[in-house]
C-alpha cells in the first residue's frame, strides 16, 4: 500500500509577517523503503522563531530555507517500517523531517534522528523542555549569565518554551527571577504555577519610562543577568536598570524579526555599567547537550522544572501556529500534533 | 619660603563640550609638610577622555567630579621634600594629583603615588603607553578580545594613546590590524610608523555605506576583533563586517560623550554573528597591572611599541588640550607639561 505524504513547501520569502501564500501544501506518494532507510511517521513538529530567518535569502545564522522544499524543523515520531539494524518498527525517535506527516531518513546518524526513551517524559517534550529550548535555555543561562545564588535573573518571553526553562532553572540556582510576558494570563502562570518570584506584563507599559519604572519596582537589587528573547522596548529598558557586571545573554530578538529592526538607543550603558552582551546559537554548542539534558531531565521528572505545550492540529495549521510566535499567541511550546 | 600652588578647578558641570567658563585658576599657599608627609612638584598632567564622565552629575562609571574642587587626574612629577621614609627628595613618582602644580600626599599609599623608573623610560610614559592607558589597551585585547594569529583586529582612534598600543601588541601576537584615524597624517603615522596593515580615515567616508565598503576592502576576511574607542558610526559600520564569534571590547564611546548618545541601530548582529560585546573599565582590574606592564615594558625598551605625545605647555592648557581629545586634536597621548 502507497502511503501518500503531505508536505508543507515554502514557495515564496515573506515580507514581514508571512502569509498562507508563502507556503503550500503537496501530497507525494512514498516510496518503498530500501536497506538502511527507515520509515518515520511524524507525531509532532516544533514551530520556532528562528524559522523566520531562515525564510530570508540574506545572510543569517543560519543557511536560508530552499524555495520549494519542505519547510525545515524538529520532529517527534515513531518508526513505522526499519530496514536499519539500530531501529524498530514502534522505536520513538527525535528527528529534523521538517513539516511533514512520513520522512524516510537514510542510514539514521545520531544528528539526524535519534531514540527517546517516552517511559517517564512524554514525546512532545523532547521538542521542548527536553529539547532544543531547554538546552538553549541552559545554555544562557549557565554559560553566558552563570548567575550566583541571590542575583537578580530576568527574563523576557518568560512564558514561553525557552523563558519557562530559564526561570525554573535560575529559581534552582538560588536567584531571584523576574519574568516578561504578555498578558495577565500568561504572567499569574510564570509567577504562581513556575514560582518566578513575579513576572511583569508588559502590555500594561507600552512607554520605555514606565517599564524602567516596574523594573526598577520589581527588581530593588538592580539586575545581574538579562535572558533576552525580545529586544527593542524591553531590551532598551532593561539597559539602565542593569548592574555593574551584568550578563545580557542574547538568544532571539523577536520584536525585529518581522520588520524594522529596533535600534539600542544607550550603547554607552554597556560602558558604563561593564556589561558582557552576548549572542549565541544552540546549534554552536552540540557538546553541552548531554550535559544540559541530563540536569533538565533530573528536574522534570522531579517535578521542580513544569512546562506546558500549545498545541495546534493537524499539518495544515503549522503556517498559522508558526505565525502565532510573533503574536504571543503561545503559551510555552507551541507544537503541531500529526497524529 | 611659601610656595603659591596653582590649581585648576570645576566650578560648574559642561552641557555638551565644556568651556572656559567650567573650569577657573586659583592659588593657594601650600602649608609646610607634617611628618609622613610628602611634597609633591607635578611635572605632568594627563587628560584623558574618561574625565568627560566625571564631569557629569548622573550615574556613571566614575563617581562624579565635586564642584569648587581640583580637576582630579593622573599626575607624574618629582618629590621636592619628603618626611616619609619610603621617598627622598629627587624620587620620580607617579600619583593621581590632579590639575594641579604641586601636591602633598598623606603617608603615601601605593595606589595613590607610586616611585617609577625613569633610566630607560622616560617619566611622561607612566601616563601613556607605561600607564592606564597601555594597560587599558592590554587588558582589551588580551582578555576580551584575546585574538588568535592571523585573526583580523580593528582599532577604533587607533592613533590615541590607547588604539597605538592595541594595534602593536595585536601585531606581536600574530594578527592582522587595522586602525581607523581621522586625517592622512595619523593614518600614516599609525600604518607606516606603528606598523599597523592599514589604517583607515574616517573622515573620508561620512557615510556608513562607503565606511563598510572600505571596511570590507580592507578586512576582506572579516573582522575577529574590534577594540572600541568611538561608537557612533564607526560602530554601525563596523558590525556588519564582524565574523562569527567576534569580540568587541567596548572601552570607549568617544562621539557621544558630549552629546545626543549615538544608537546601535541593528542590535541583531549581535544575535547573528553570535557576538560578544563588553564594556571594561580598567580601574575594575587592578590586578592586571603587574602583568601588563612587565609586557608592555619590555616591548617598549625593545623598540618594538612606539608611542608619541602631544604635550601643551603650562597648567593653563589643560582645558583646551582636554577640549581637543574631543575634536581628534591629539596625536597619541595627549600631556599637559608643567615643568
Chains 1, 2 share one sequence.
Not at 522544499?69 to 523531517?97: R, Y
Not at 530559564?166 to 516578561?180: P, S
Amino acid at each position: 500500500m502507497t502511503i501518500i505524504n503531505k508536505q508543507i513547501l515554502l514557495v515564496s520569502r515573506p515580507q514581514g509577517m508571512p502569509t498562507p501564500e508563502n507556503f503550500r501544501l503537496v501530497e507525494v506518494p512514498l516510496p518503498a523503503i530500501s536497506d538502511g532507510q527507515v520509515l518515520v511517521r511524524n507525531h509532532f513538529l516544533s514551530v520556532d522563531p528562528y524559522m523566520r530567518a531562515r525564510m530570508n535569502d540574506a545572510k543569517s545564522y543560519t543557511s536560508p530555507q530552499p524555495l520549494d522544499e519542505v519547510m525545515t524543523g524538529g520532529t517527534a515520531g515513531k518508526v513505522l517500517e526499519s530496514k536499519h539494524p539500530d531501529f524498530v518498527a514502534g522505536d520513538t525517535v527525535l528527528g529534523f523531517a521538517g513539516w511533514q506527516e512520513h520522512v524516510i531518513v537514510d542510514a539514521p546518524q545520531a544528528s539526524l534522528m535519534q531514540k527517546v526513551d517516552t517511559s517517564r517524559i512524554p514525546l512532545s517534550a523532547y521538542l521542548g523542555t527536553m529539547g532544543m529550548p531547554g538546552v538553549t535555555a541552559w545554555y544562557g543561562l549557565m554559560r553566558i549569565i552563570n548567575p550566583k545564588a541571590e542575583e537578580t535573573v530576568v527574563v523576557s518571553a518568560a512564558a514561553g518554551a525557552v523563558g519557562t526553562v530559564v526561570g525554573q532553572l535560575a529559581k534552582e540556582r538560588g536567584c531571584r527571577v523576574i519574568g516578561l510576558a504578555g498578558g495577565s494570563e500568561k504572567c499569574r502562570y510564570v509567577h504562581e504555577e513556575l514560582g518566578f518570584d513575579g513576572c511583569i506584563d508588559y502590555k500594561q507599559y507600552q512607554d520605555v519610562q514606565m517599564l524602567r519604572a516596574v523594573l526598577k519596582e520589581t527588581c530593588p537589587n538592580g539586575i545581574d543577568g538579562y535572558f533576552e528573547n525580545v529586544g527593542g522596548l524591553i531590551l532598551e529598558a532593561i539597559l539602565p536598570r542593569m548592574n555593574t557586571f551584568g550578563r545580557i545573554a542574547v538568544c532571539g530578538m523577536i520584536s525585529g524579526y518581522n520588520g524594522t529592526p529596533i535600534p539600542i538607543p544607550i550603547p554607552q550603558w554597556i560602558l558604563q555599567s561593564r556589561l558582557k552582551v552576548q549572542g549565541f546559537i544552540i546549534s554552536d554548542h552540540m557538546e553541552v547537550w548531554p550535559e544540559a539534558l541530563q540536569e533538565i531531565k533530573t528536574l522534570v521528572v522531579e517535578g521542580r522544572i513544569k512546562s506546558r505545550e500549545t498545541i495546534a492540529q493537524g499539518l495544515t495549521a503549522a503556517p498559522d501556529a508558526f505565525v502565532g510566535l510573533f503574536q504571543g499567541k503561545n503559551f510555552g511550546k507551541q507544537l503541531v500534533k500529526l497524529i
